[in-house]
């Protein structure tokens, strides 16, 4: 039987009544085009139409007043490019480009010389403090400029280089004074459309036949960040997006080869997914433990070591927690997405009670992936902690996430690379997912009155299950 069977068929019946869907509730928004301008697309071959656009490496300079980041490009694309506050940022939307070079290594650190990248003593160059790029949606690329001072968009455009040898992406940005950059950025968000982009997941493996009462546990994977958004970044430029989806595609082959689970990846390549769309995807798919993985990093905490697993709760369990749970949350800000807490949440007497008997069942599985990963994995001196993770707020799926270790540690970053440590961890992480859906038997229904409190209805979400 399903989790949500098991947590009682009247909490869904009652939950099913909502007025709206979790997709609406958790929707972000996205830019409605804004199209600057687009040099004449060249003529191309049938074979050349297919080709991905390629951008070669970045370059910041300085001229005058402007500050300029350029691109060298295969072909012309189209160009979107827009600002956004908290925090200052200009946003450029593409057709999907492959991105040459990691932006991470292209922050500006040599001495100004005229007409070139000038970088500053607080390692700025201009109005720019740095960027990143990658592919944003099914289709679709970003470049995320973080801004040092307000800044207008004087030009954002691809054009022919001066010797008609290829194209250009200019980006040239001005200064211009904060009410200006308020209003600009207010514009932008008020043309926001109402659902942000959406990656299709992979197709739950074995689901394919089977009645859903006869069905194997589903068990959501969800590697975190990816495309423009990195994570932590680690010595020899490891990225922490590569090292936790290696981890989450070898639990994935693992458990399909045992042949007791469906599995499901909240993304099957280098792609960004907001937080919001990853656990729709869980919650629609009908998932029975969403599992999502990370690595951690610290400035200063080269010491600190060993893999731990939060699980949610309102209030965190201690500042590292909370640290933690704040960086993550900073996922769809990292990515160029307007990510404005949503307000009004949801207290609805029968929602919170599904909510805890959730929370009772990750808490569960957090006590048996402890217990588990010690086999083949240095585990935190505190390794089960909990904080308001937004990945982990499935109201109805048994959710934990798991930091696989430290970048910043030299110890846990060898093992994070090692293919043959990946096998034993993740073979411990199989044998607690076994013992999870093993041992934690039927639950009581949840028991609740027949009508919302005051005559109300359900101020929650309709459930997506089938």
Known sequence: MSFRGMIGAAVLALLASSAATIAAEQSRSAPKKLTLAAADAPVLSEAAKDMIPVAGRGQISQFGELTRLTFDMSQSVAVTAFVLTDPKRVIVDLPEVSFASDPLKERPASPAKPGQSTAQPNGKTGVILTYRSGLFAQGKSRIVIDLAEPARISRAVVEKKDDHQGFRLVVELALTDPATFAKEASLSQQSMAKAAPTTPAQKPSGSESKPLAESKPLVVLDPGHGGIDAGAHGADSILEKDIVFEFAKTLAARLRQEGKYRVLLTRNQDVFVPLAERVRIARSAGADLFLSIHADILSDGSGVSGATIYTMSDRASDAQAARVAEKENMSDTFAGLDSKEERGGINDILFDLARRETRRYSQHFSNTLADYLKDHMRLNKNPQR?????????????????????LSN?????????????????????RAIDSFFTSRGPAEPAKMPTASPKGGQANGVAPVLQ
């Open 386 to 406: 909990s904080a308001g993770f937004q990945v982990l707020k499935a109201p109805d799926v048994p959710s934990a996430l798991l930091e696989i270790g430290y």
């Open 410 to 430: 030299d110890k846990d970053l060898v093992q994070m690379r090692s293919s043959q440590w990946r096998e034993q961890a993740t073979a411990s992480a199989a």
